[in-house]
């Protein structure tokens, strides 16, 4: 994937690969059994009105997925696999949207699913038929997500971790190959680790940790954190967040007791505010990028601290 896409481009991305797996599902190993409506013994008697149908029965018609083969069972576990991870964080993003909205992206849902685990009766006469009804259920959901208001100025946003703050404790000098304007995002967990630092750290460390809180406080000078300061004009700006992260609507993997899942879910908040921009975590933590990699959030590294000419 390319490095500089919008969370609407991303989802978008994934959704394609969504499509791709449903349709090899669908059209390569899916088929439907279809027993038709059937009448059955009985005689025809004349009566005073004409022929008529004495005795008998009807044998209702109805339609059955068959049981896929192994290779179509493989492909049928890739595209839930693939469709459960589109999902969970479209729903992330769409946290607080209207009930109409989340109804549709819900009913959607069911037939997209129906589709792809094949439980129950067919909701149309054939695979590609079915295929055609999830092409456009997951057009439906990824509209949901482009219809997301986008505040910001297109810009690029970033979520360092508090190891990246401290790596590179001169913010102004932040730069990022590719990224030409970005708003820095300044997390209360983030804060909460610095002053944890400031007082379990060991001497010099510690200078290193107060020096980033006087900075921090010193950039209040320029206005107010929590709408945004200048850290170099026309290409970097530095906005706090106050609230922590709702863990009840992110991921239903994210663990609230894990100061890493933490992260990462008040970056999905971060990329659910700017749906329209490019929106990065900044981490140099090895952990911390895997996970980010399973949750589809782009991470980047800190810049490297410039050296100091003598």
């Known amino acids: 994937m390319s490095l500089i896409m919008t969370v609407s481009e991303r989802l978008a991305e994934m959704m394609s690969g969504v499509k791709d797996s449903c349709c090899e599902l669908l059209e390569k190993h899916a088929s439907i059994h279809r027993e038709p409506t059937r009448g059955f013994g009985g005689e025809t008697r004349m009566g005073p009105w004409g022929p008529r149908r004495f005795g008998g029965g009807v044998s209702l018609g109805y339609s059955i997925w068959k049981p896929l083969s192994p290779e179509g069972t493989q492909a049928q576990a890739e595209a839930l696999r693939r469709y459960q991870a589109f999902a969970n964080i479209a729903r992330t993003l769409l946290t607080g949207q209207p009930q109409n909205v989340l109804k549709q992206f819900d009913e959607c849902d069911q037939i997209i699913l129906a589709a792809v685990q094949q439980q129950g009766w067919p909701r149309r006469g054939t695979p590609r038929d079915a ?3 999830v092409q456009e259920a997951l057009d439906s959901q990824q509209s949901a997500i482009t219809n997301l208001y986008d505040g910001s100025d297109n810009s690029a946003v970033i979520v360092p971790d508090t190891n990246a703050f401290l790596y590179n404790t001169s913010l102004e000098d932040w730069t990022f190959d590719g990224i030409s304007r970005f708003t820095m995002i300044l997390l209360p967990t983030i804060l909460k680790e610095l ?25 209040r000078g320029r206005g107010q954190l929590n709408e945004g300061v200048t850290l170099r004009r026309g290409m970097s700006t530095l906005r706090s967040v106050a609230t922590e992260p709702s863990m009840a ?28 921009s490019a929106v990065f975590l900044v981490t140099r933590d090895i952990n911390l990028q895997n996970k980010a990699e399973f949750a589809k959030v782009c991470f980047i590294e800190p810049p490297e601290v410039k050296a100091v000419a003598t």
């Open 131 to 133: 295929l055609m009804e």
């Open 195 to 219: 002053d944890k630092l400031k007082i379990t750290s060991r001497d010099e460390f510690r200078k290193k940790v107060e020096g980033l809180i006087t900075r921090i406080k010193g950039y």
């Open 249 to 276: 609507a992110t991921l239903p993997w994210l663990d609230a007791a894990n100061d890493d899942d933490r992260l990462l879910a008040s970056a999905l908040e971060v990329m659910r505010q700017y749906p329209h």
